[in-house]
C-alpha cells in the first residue's frame, strides 16, 4: 500500500501543533489497513493516518515530538473511547 507521507506528515503534525496532550499510538496492519499512527489529545479526540510500516510509524511519531506507544502494549486511553461516546451523542 502505497502512503503519501508528506500528506500524513503535514496532517498529523498540523493535528499534534493545534491541540494539547497528544500522545501517539502505533497500530498493527490489519487484513484492510497498513500500520499506521492515531494521534489522541487531551480531551479525547484522535486522528489516524497510514504510516506504511511499523519502523516508519514509531519515526514518523517520534518526529513529531509527543510520546509515542504500541497500541498492543498499551492499549487506547479511555478519554478516546469517552471521546468517541460524547460525539455519538451530538449526532
Known amino acids: 500500500m ?6 500524513v506528515r503535514r496532517h498529523l503534525s498540523d493535528f499534534a501543533t493545534s491541540r494539547r496532550g497528544v500522545e501517539a499510538y502505533v497500530e498493527p496492519p490489519t487484513n484492510v489497513t497498513a500500520t499506521t499512527v492515531i494521534l489522541i489529545a487531551y480531551d479525547g479526540e484522535w486522528t489516524r493516518r497510514a ?7 514509531f519515526d514518523l511519531a517520534a518526529s513529531l515530538g509527543v510520546p509515542v506507544y504500541d497500541v498492543l502494549q498499551t492499549g487506547y486511553p479511555n478519554r478516546m473511547r469517552e471521546w468517541n461516546s460524547r460525539q455519538r451523542k451530538q449526532h
Request: glycine share 8%.
Open 51 to 57: 504510516a506504511g510500516s511499523r519502523a516508519a510509524a
Open 2 to 7: 502505497a502512503v503519501d507521507t508528506q500528506a
